[in-house]
């Protein structure tokens, strides 16, 4: 069992930053992939970022490309969102979800087993 907790949303301006983190539980998280998806209100679920077991792949949603950065501290369990040049339309609820076996697949959400409560993200113009 994989316990996921985020934090680090907030209300922030357009063109500003922020960082999420989030946490996990569990002495195995090393050998997961993590990954972001955010679900604004009356939309589906979308790909924001994955990352590997070890940080060697990174993979990103093209509305997030170039501003958006997915890092990891396995030591620590976290894994991280750095978001910069916010937009109001990056306005949702953002999830950490965790990839239990290696499958190939990264932005759909079927492949991801453990998800996390999610943390609100506002952008306003």
């Known amino acids: 069992q994989v316990q996921l907790v985020e934090s680090g949303g907030g209300l922030v301006q357009a063109g500003g930053s922020l960082r999420l983190a989030c946490a996990a539980s569990?002495?195995?998280?090393?050998?997961?992939?993590m990954g972001w998806f955010r679900q604004a209100p009356g939309k589906e679920r979308e790909f924001v970022a994955f990352?590997?077991?070890?940080?060697?792949?990174?993979v990103y949603g093209d509305s997030v490309r170039g501003r958006f950065t997915v890092s990891r501290d396995n030591a620590e369990n976290t894994v991280y969102l750095q978001m910069n040049s916010l937009k109001p339309e990056d306005t949702a609820v953002y999830y950490c979800?965790?990839?239990?076996?290696?499958?190939?697949?990264?932005?759909?959400?079927?492949?991801?087993?453990?998800w996390g409560q999610g943390t609100q993200v506002t952008v306003s113009s």
């Open positions: 979800t965790a990839q239990t076996t290696i499958t190939g697949r990264y932005t759909s959400v079927t492949p991801y087993d453990y």
């Open positions: 990352i590997s077991w070890n940080g060697g792949l990174t």
């Open positions: 569990g002495r195995t998280f090393s050998n997961y992939a």
